[in-house]
């Protein structure tokens, strides 16, 4: 730790900080130049704590230990150079393949899975998504250091207690050393930061923790799901913020590898958050989580583990959908409101709380089905190994797939292909990573089989008994009570609309009214887009409408006179809905009974 606090204090004092630093860009958070150099300092230190551990006779020299400072060498290399001179995508993606192959040259790889190409595939896939996870993450003052340092303390914590290994300790702490002398330059609790990490820091940090998490998770000879969630857990954090801005970034059509607002942190903050506190916050979480992971080996128990899973899904389902519920253009008065909904969103804890009772009811009754009586002894382990990586699978699934996004009493034909596509998809992952990672003998395979369809049926008639109640209640209250509204504009101030009104008792809305012809015939937040703006009075005359609603105020003055025209003769109330930065809900709510 000292030797990376002086290195990156001489440095902070040297003709340095004006070559190698980060000048503030629309994309990137930082507002003031910071220089860029604490990767070195944190390499520095990494390196001689390693250099020490040697020289004291605590790890003997070996390829083992050396493939990860070599494998670290490349990546701290390329990271300096890309700061200096910004390298294209592949030349990166080519040096950190090469670093992937300098650690599995010393026989680094997945050695639960029992074929060596799937192994060393998986192994790659895990080494240079955790490198550019940490790359991704290093976002906001203090947030990727934080995070490294709690993986590199439960990392360091597993190899002397649960998992001894003198290697696998060694480089824990050696990293550990290097990020607490960074941290102080970083993570100032009144001020901004005085250096950032760099590309030469976020990815040689990214890979390390990678490469213990690789090796941890092939530490016992009875491989057991706690095992394998060992890394998983302790790493969640930052796969959780990748993941969720790889999926926004792809919707949205941007390049992954650019930079932007819409991480994890950066949505923290627009709840109401300040930085350092969200730094904090997910500090909490990464610790928990590791935590957690840790106790599931110590207590060595599968139905441990299962409740666990069950735990650790249900808060992070609820984390991932109060993270994208923020919207990016729109902010509201601070305080401990805007954050209440990552707490108290029962609806939703109650959903993911059904759903694993069904996907658990689905899988339980598909294995007494196909096995005889209650089966051997290792059939039922193969069983209560086999639930929590279904368990896993499918509520990643339903993340991604946007199940927990919907309002399900509006529910139509693309929600249930979402279900299917959801259920098929985590079944074949959860079966290929079990085949792999265990000896499947003696339970028939077409157990999955049978589970995808329960499973597929059970959750359908789940949500989609929600929508027959809605409409029931509907009926017998009559149809007519309901206020029916139509919105023009389908982009992102109307479908902010349409959460506000589904939270309205009496609102209905029926449809949008859009021109992007790549939104016809679709439907969004489960409504329908109706028609184009030019067919406002055929929609008019085909749907019952009580009011139309126009969020779209860029639209031309002539189409706008259109909309307004066709109202007027059918006889329906128009109102314009301006949904700007100060607009609070009961302005708008206020709008929408105007309208009536």
């Known amino acids: 730790?000292?030797?990376?606090?002086?290195?990156?204090?001489?440095?902070?004092?040297?003709?340095?900080?004006?070559?190698?630093?980060?000048?503030?860009?629309?994309?990137?958070?930082?507002?003031?130049?910071?220089?860029?150099?604490g990767g070195i300092g944190i390499f520095t230190g990494l390196v001689v704590a390693i250099g020490a551990a040697i020289a004291s006779g605590y790890v003997d020299p070996s390829w083992r230990l050396f493939a990860v400072v070599v494998g670290c060498a490349i990546l701290f290399g390329a990271g300096l150079i890309d700061d200096l001179f910004s390298l294209p995508p592949v030349a990166k993606i080519a040096l950190q393949l090469a670093a992937v192959g300098t650690v599995l040259s010393a026989g680094y790889t997945v050695r639960s899975i029992g074929n060596t190409v799937v192994a060393g595939v998986v192994a790659t896939v895990w080494l240079v998504g955790m490198t550019n996870a940490f790359n991704l993450l290093d976002n906001m003052d203090g947030l990727a250091g934080s995070l490294g340092a709690i993986a590199a303390g439960f990392f360091a914590f597993d190899a002397l207690t649960v998992h001894p290994s003198n290697i696998n300790?060694?480089?824990?702490l050696a990293l550990l050393a290097g990020i607490l002398g960074f941290l102080p330059f970083n993570l100032r609790w009144r001020r901004r930061a005085?250096?950032?990490?760099?590309?030469?820091?976020?990815?040689?940090?990214?890979?390390?923790?990678?490469?213990?998490?690789?090796?941890?998770?092939?530490?016992?000879?009875?491989?057991?799901?706690?095992?394998?969630?060992?890394?998983?857990l302790i790493l969640a954090v930052p796969i959780l913020d990748t993941t969720l801005v790889t999926v926004v970034r792809i919707l949205e059509r941007r390049p992954i590898s650019q930079g932007g607002r819409d991480h994890t942190s950066h949505r923290l903050v627009e709840r109401g958050l300040s930085e350092k506190r969200a730094v904090l916050l997910l500090g909490a979480i990464a610790a928990m989580l590791g935590g957690t992971s840790l106790a599931y080996n110590v207590a060595g128990n599968n139905r441990i583990t299962l409740v666990g899973v069950l735990i650790t899904f249900v808060l992070l389902v609820q984390f991932a959908t109060f993270l994208g519920d923020v919207k990016r253009d729109a902010t509201s008065p601070e305080?401990?409101?805007?954050?209440?909904?990552?707490?108290?969103?029962?609806?939703?804890?109650?959903?993911?709380?059904?759903?694993?009772?069904?996907?658990?009811?689905?899988?339980?009754?598909?294995?007494?089905?196909?096995?005889?009586?209650?089966?051997?002894?290792?059939?039922r382990h193969l069983f209560m190994v086999s639930l929590p990586a279904i368990l896993a699978a499918r509520f990643a699934a339903f993340l991604v797939f946007g199940i927990y996004r919907r309002v399900w009493r509006y529910a139509?034909?693309?929600?249930?292909?979402?279900?299917?596509?959801?259920?098929?998809?985590?079944?074949?992952?959860?079966?290929?990573?079990?085949?792999?990672?265990?000896?499947?003998?003696?339970?028939?395979k077409s157990i999955f089989v049978l589970n995808a369809i329960l499973c597929t049926v059970m959750v359908g008639a789940e949500r989609f008994g929600e929508r027959a109640l809605a409409h029931t209640l509907s009926s017998l209250r009559g149809r007519d009570t309901r206020h029916r509204t139509l919105i023009v504009g389908a982009g992102r101030e109307?479908?902010?609309?349409?959460?506000?009104l589904r939270e309205t008792p009496g609102e209905l809305v029926i449809g949008f009214v859009d021109d992007d012809p790549d939104l016809r015939r679709r439907r969004l937040l489960g409504v329908p887009v109706v028609g184009a703006t030019g067919d406002i009075a055929d929609v008019l005359a085909r749907f019952t409408t009580d009011a139309v609603l126009v969020t779209a105020l860029d639209l031309p003055h002539e189409t706008l006179d259109t909309i307004v025209a066709a109202c007027k003769q059918a006889g329906v109330p128009c109102q314009f809905v301006r949904r700007d930065l100060d607009v609070a809900r009961e302005t708008v709510l206020g709008a929408v009974a105007g309208s009536r």
């Not at 300790?169 to 824990?172: G, T």
């Not at 596509?421 to 003998?441: G, M, N, P, R, Y």
């Not at 109307?494 to 506000?500: C, K, M, P």
Request: proline share 3%.
């Open 1 to 37: 730790m000292p030797v990376a606090a002086a290195t990156i204090w001489l440095l902070l004092h040297s003709r340095l900080t004006e070559r190698l630093a980060a000048t503030p860009r629309a994309d990137r958070w930082h507002a003031t130049t910071t220089p860029t150099f």
């Open 169 to 172: 300790l060694a480089i824990s």
């Open 194 to 232: 005085a250096v950032f990490m760099g590309d030469s820091g976020s990815q040689m940090l990214g890979f390390t923790l990678a490469t213990l998490g690789l090796v941890t998770s092939n530490k016992v000879a009875s491989t057991t799901v706690a095992t394998l969630l060992l890394p998983v």
């Open 335 to 379: 305080g401990a409101d805007r954050v209440r909904p990552l707490v108290l969103n029962l609806a939703r804890l109650l959903e993911t709380l059904i759903d694993f009772v069904v996907v658990g009811a689905a899988f339980t009754v598909s294995y007494f089905m196909l096995v005889l009586g209650s089966g051997t002894t290792y059939q």
């Open 412 to 444: 139509g034909s693309r929600d249930a292909v979402a279900i299917l596509l959801a259920v098929v998809i985590s079944e074949a992952v959860a079966f290929l990573f079990l085949v792999t990672s265990f000896e499947f003998v003696g339970l028939t």
């Open 494 to 500: 109307g479908r902010s609309l349409v959460r506000e």
